[in-house]
Structure formats: structure tokens, C-alpha cells
């Protein structure tokens, strides 16, 4: 599976960015799909996954102001935050995982959060 994220930039903080993932190729074994992030000098954090089932989970930091929702007849998983916050600036980088492991992983598209 190949994914192409997009939709990042600069916002204001208290505003709404929505982020896109859109997957090709083959979707056998992938579990699940998500968002992680990473800020300069900090690791990897998963934001938001999503299940083939449909469950969702979420990082406690984003819990209430991020959704994460998915068109499966499109394969593109969509990453929807609201209220914007400075310590959300990162580069946000879409990922699959297959099985159990986040195996696959999409270029990042960075979001800067203005205060």
C-alpha cells in the first residue's frame, strides 16, 4: 500500500485544518490507519487511528478537538482538527498498519500553528 497525505499549512490557533490520507494498492492485512506526529526534537506520537471495524482512538492531547472519519470507497482517511493549538505544530505523517505493526508510512505534510 502506498499513501499520499495532504492538506497542511499555517493556521491561526483556535482554527481548523483537515488533513487527507488516501491509500493505493494492495489493502490486504491493513488493520487499521491512522495519524502520527512529530515535533522538531520530540518522537513519534500517534494522534489518531481508525480500524477497519470503524473504532477510533485518540491521543489524549487531542482527545475532543481532532476527529479522524474515513471514505472507504475512496481509501482516504481524513484527519478533521479543530482549536488549533501552538503545541500542535509537527509534522503530521499518515500511516498503516498492517497486522500489528505501523509498517507503512505516507510522506508528512507539516501543520504550523500560529500564536
Known amino acids: 500500500v502506498q499513501l499520499q497525505a495532504s492538506g497542511g499549512g499555517l493556521v491561526q490557533t483556535g482554527g481548523s485544518l483537515r488533513l487527507s490520507c488516501a491509500a493505493s494498492?494492495?489493502?490486504?492485512?491493513?488493520?487499521?490507519m491512522g495519524w502520527y506526529r512529530q515535533a522538531p526534537g520530540k518522537q513519534r506520537d500517534l494522534v489518531a487511528a481508525i480500524t477497519i471495524g470503524g473504532l477510533t482512538n485518540y491521543g489524549d492531547s487531542v482527545k475532543g478537538r481532532f476527529t479522524i472519519f474515513r471514505d472507504v470507497a475512496k481509501n482516504t482517511v481524513y484527519l478533521q482538527m479543530n482549536g488549533l493549538k501552538p503545541e500542535d505544530t509537527a509534522v503530521y505523517y499518515c500511516a498503516a498498519r498492517r497486522r500489528s505493526n505501523w509498517s507503512t508510512w505516507g510522506q508528512g505534510t507539516l501543520v504550523t500553528v500560529s500564536s
Open positions: 494498492g494492495s489493502m490486504f492485512s491493513i488493520s487499521a
